[in-house]
C-alpha cells in the first residue's frame, strides 16, 4: 500500500506499514507485540478487553443525504451529525497516526456480481488476522489492482471523552459514513464490530440492487439442492447446517443476486463455550495453526479449558472456511429449493416441524422468533420471548420489510419451499417438558431436505394454524402435533394463547397501512 493513500486518509507521521501480512508473519507478529498466547494445536488465543460481544447501542450512521432517505432510524439505526462524526474522524485518525499499522484488504461477497472491496486499518495485529479469516482473501493478482470500495478505520485504543456533551451513550462508537464510504471504531476492541459492522453495510447496499442479504447459514447436496438456514443465537443454525453429506457454503452470512446464494465471508466464527470433541468435531477440528480464540481461559501448556466462561459466556473462534473438511470451495450454489427457518420454542408450543405457506413465510419472517431461558437468573423459570425481524434486526439498516418483500419475490420467482423448525421444547415448556432431541431435530431436516416431508398427510393446529404432518420418519407421532405431547392439555390451551398474543402484539408494528398486512397469516386466538 503506498503512503500516499494513507496520507489521503489524513493520517500523519505513519511508522512501518505492514500490508496484506500472510498467516505466519501476522501470528509472528502477535506473539512478538505480545497480543496472544499459542495454544497447543497452534491456534493464537486473545483477549478482547472490557468488550467481549458487540456494542450495539454505541453503533451509529452518519445523517447524509441520500442514504438518510433510506435508513430506518430508530433504536437500531441512531443518527449522528456529520459535525459529530467528522470530530471523531478526526480523534480516530489521531489515533492511528505516528503508530505502525496493519492495512488488510478483503472481499465481502463471493459472487462477482456483489461482492465489495473492504481495506481495514489497525494498529492491532490479531485484528488484522480476524478480519483476514473472516472475510475473503484476494489472491496475489487480485492484490495487486486492489482498491476498496469501502474502509474501516479501527482505533480501538482511543475513546469519545465528550460523548455526554454529544449526546451518545458511551465513550465507545461504532460509526459508519455511507456517503463517504468510510467506518470508525473506537473504545471497543472486539473484533466481531469489524465483521457485523460490514455485514451492516451489505444489508445497504444489495437491496438497492434488489439483491437479497441475509443472516442464515447455507448448504449445498451432492445434487446441487441448496437449503438456507435462519436463525438466532441458540437455535441450532450452525450445528444443522453442518452436514456430512452435504457442502457448506456458510454458516453466518449470505446474500441471494440473480446467480444464486453467495457467503459474504470466507470463514466461520463459532462459540466454543463447552466446546466438545465428540458433538461439534468438526468445529474442534478447525482450532488449529491460523484461528484465532477469543476470550478463553487457558492453563498449563497451551491448554484450552472450554468449560470456563469466567471472562465470558461469548468465548469464540475464527477460522478460515478451509478448515472445514467439507465447504464448497467458490462460497456459491444456486438458488435455494428449501428455507428452514430455526426456533427455540422454550415455551413448547411451536410444532417440531411446520410447512409454511408464502404469506406464513413473510408473517414468521418478519417475526424472526425464538425463545430464551432465564433459567440463570435469581431462579426465574418464565421463558422470555425475542423477536428480531428477519432474524438479524441488529443489522438491518433499511426498513425489515425491504427484506421481507426481497424474500417473498424470491420465493414465488423460484417455488421455494418453506418451514418452520423448532429445535426448542416438547411436552411442556421450559421446565416441565424436556429440549426436542438432535435426532428428532435431524429427522425433520432431512426429511425436507430430501423431499419425503411432501408424502406425509397434513394437520393444520388451533391458533398458528400450522400445517404439521401427521406421521414422519421415526418420529413419535404424538411429538408432531405439540398439544398431544403435553400432559396438561388445558395448560397448553392457555399457554399457546399466551404466546400468540406475544406474537399479536409484536407484529402490530408492520401493520401501519404502508407495507402488506401478513397479521392474518399468523396466529389469531379462537380460530
Same mark, same amino acid.
Given at each position: 500500500m503506498h503512503l500516499?493513500?494513507?496520507?489521503?486518509?489524513?493520517?500523519?507521521?505513519?511508522?512501518?506499514?505492514?500490508?496484506?501480512?500472510?498467516?505466519?508473519?501476522?501470528?509472528?507478529?502477535?506473539?512478538?507485540? &505480545?497480543?496472544?498466547?499459542? $495454544?497447543?494445536?497452534? +491456534?493464537?488465543?486473545?483477549?478482547?478487553?472490557?468488550?467481549?460481544?458487540?456494542?450495539?447501542k454505541d453503533k451509529y450512521f452518519v445523517d447524509r443525504d441520500p442514504s438518510n432517505k433510506y435508513i430506518a432510524w430508530g433504536d437500531v439505526n441512531k443518527k449522528v451529525s456529520p459535525e459529530i462524526f467528522e470530530e471523531l474522524l478526526e480523534v480516530a485518525k489521531e489515533q492511528l497516526s505516528n503508530?505502525?499499522?496493519?492495512?488488510?484488504?478483503?472481499?465481502?461477497?463471493s459472487s462477482p456480481a456483489s461482492k465489495r472491496s473492504v481495506r481495514f486499518v489497525s494498529e492491532i495485529a490479531w485484528q488484522s488476522h480476524?478480519?483476514?479469516?473472516?472475510?475473503?482473501?484476494?489472491?496475489?493478482?487480485?492484490?495487486?489492482?486492489?482498491k476498496s470500495d469501502f474502509t474501516v478505520l479501527n482505533a480501538c485504543k482511543t475513546v469519545n471523552e465528550k460523548w455526554k456533551e454529544h449526546g451518545m451513550n458511551s465513550e465507545v462508537f461504532v460509526m459508519f459514513d455511507i456517503e463517504n464510504n468510510?467506518?470508525?471504531?473506537?473504545? $471497543?476492541?472486539?473484533?466481531?464490530?469489524m465483521k457485523k459492522g460490514i455485514f451492516s453495510m451489505m444489508n445497504y447496499w444489495l437491496p438497492l440492487e434488489g439483491k437479497?442479504? #441475509? /443472516?442464515?447459514?447455507?448448504?449445498?447436496?451432492?445434487?446441487?439442492?441448496? +437449503?438456507?438456514?435462519?436463525?438466532?443465537?441458540?437455535?441450532?443454525?450452525? $450445528?444443522?447446517?453442518?452436514?456430512?453429506?452435504?457442502?457448506?457454503?456458510?454458516?453466518?452470512?449470505?446474500?441471494?443476486?440473480?446467480? &444464486?446464494?453467495?457467503?459474504?465471508?470466507?470463514?466461520?466464527?463459532?462459540?466454543?463455550?463447552?466446546?466438545?470433541?465428540?458433538?461439534?468435531?468438526?468445529?474442534?477440528?478447525?482450532?488449529?495453526?491460523?484461528?484465532?480464540l477469543e476470550n478463553v481461559v #487457558?492453563?498449563?501448556?497451551?491448554?484450552?479449558?472450554?468449560?470456563?466462561?469466567?471472562?465470558?459466556?461469548?468465548?469464540?473462534?475464527?477460522?478460515?472456511?478451509?478448515?472445514?473438511?467439507? /465447504?464448497?470451495?467458490?462460497? #456459491?450454489?444456486?438458488?435455494?429449493?428449501?428455507?428452514?427457518?430455526?426456533?427455540?420454542d422454550a415455551f413448547g408450543i411451536l410444532p417440531p416441524v411446520s410447512k409454511l405457506?408464502?404469506?406464513?413465510? #413473510?408473517?414468521?419472517?418478519?417475526?424472526?422468533?425464538?425463545?430464551?431461558?432465564?433459567?440463570?437468573?435469581?431462579?426465574?423459570?418464565?421463558?422470555?420471548?425475542?423477536?428480531?425481524?428477519?432474524?438479524?434486526?441488529?443489522?438491518?439498516?433499511? /426498513?425489515?420489510?425491504?427484506? +421481507?418483500?426481497?424474500?417473498?419475490?424470491?420465493?414465488?420467482? /423460484?417455488?421455494?419451499?418453506?418451514?418452520?423448525?423448532?429445535?426448542?421444547?416438547?411436552?411442556?415448556?421450559?421446565?416441565v417438558g424436556k429440549r426436542m432431541s438432535i435426532k428428532d431435530t435431524r429427522a425433520c431436516i432431512n426429511s425436507i431436505l430430501d423431499g419425503s416431508i411432501k408424502n406425509s398427510e397434513f394437520d393444520v393446529t388451533k391458533t398458528f394454524r400450522l400445517h404439521v404432518p401427521t406421521t414422519l420418519d421415526n418420529i413419535?407421532?404424538?411429538?408432531?402435533?405439540?398439544?398431544n405431547a403435553w400432559e396438561d392439555k388445558e395448560l397448553f390451551d392457555v399457554t399457546r394463547d399466551k404466546l400468540a398474543e406475544m406474537f399479536i402484539e409484536n407484529y402490530k408494528k408492520y401493520q401501519d397501512g404502508e407495507h402488506p398486512d401478513y397479521a392474518p397469516y399468523g396466529p389469531i386466538l379462537g380460530s
Open positions: 500516499t493513500e494513507l496520507q489521503e486518509l489524513g493520517l500523519k507521521n505513519i511508522g512501518q506499514v505492514y500490508h496484506n501480512l500472510s498467516y505466519e508473519e501476522l501470528i509472528q507478529h502477535e506473539l512478538k507485540n &505480545g497480543e496472544c498466547a499459542l $495454544t497447543k494445536k497452534g +491456534a493464537t488465543a486473545v483477549d478482547t478487553g472490557i468488550f467481549t460481544g458487540r456494542s450495539p503508530k505502525d499499522l496493519y492495512i488488510t484488504d478483503v472481499f465481502c461477497g480476524f478480519v483476514k479469516n473472516m472475510f475473503i482473501r484476494p489472491t496475489g493478482a487480485e492484490l495487486e489492482v486492489f468510510i467506518a470508525i471504531i473506537g473504545g $471497543t476492541w472486539y473484533g466481531g464490530e437479497l442479504p #441475509m /443472516h442464515c447459514s447455507a448448504n449445498v447436496g451432492e445434487n446441487g439442492d441448496t +437449503a438456507l438456514f435462519f436463525g438466532l443465537s441458540g437455535t441450532g443454525k450452525t $450445528t444443522l447446517s453442518t452436514d456430512p453429506k452435504r457442502a457448506l457454503i456458510g454458516d453466518d452470512e449470505h446474500g441471494w443476486d440473480n446467480h &444464486g446464494v453467495f457467503n459474504f465471508e470466507g470463514g466461520c466464527y463459532a462459540k466454543v463455550i463447552n466446546l466438545d470433541e465428540k458433538s461439534e468435531p468438526e468445529i474442534y477440528g478447525a482450532i488449529r495453526t491460523n484461528a484465532l #487457558m492453563y498449563g501448556e497451551g491448554e484450552v479449558n472450554y468449560e470456563d466462561g469466567s471472562k465470558t459466556e461469548n468465548t469464540r473462534v475464527s477460522y478460515p472456511i478451509g478448515h472445514i473438511e467439507n /465447504h464448497k470451495c467458490d462460497l #456459491m450454489a444456486g438458488h435455494p429449493q428449501n428455507i428452514i427457518f430455526l426456533t427455540a405457506t408464502k404469506e406464513q413465510a #413473510m408473517y414468521y419472517f418478519l417475526s424472526g422468533y425464538t425463545a430464551k431461558v432465564a433459567g440463570t437468573e435469581r431462579g426465574i423459570t418464565e421463558p422470555v420471548a425475542t423477536f428480531s425481524a428477519c432474524f438479524g434486526e441488529a443489522f438491518l439498516p433499511l /426498513h425489515p420489510t425491504v427484506y +421481507a418483500d426481497l424474500l417473498g419475490k424470491k420465493i414465488d420467482q /423460484h417455488g421455494v419451499n418453506v418451514y418452520l423448525v423448532n429445535t426448542g421444547w416438547t411436552g411442556g415448556g421450559y421446565g413419535k407421532p404424538e411429538i408432531l402435533n405439540p398439544r
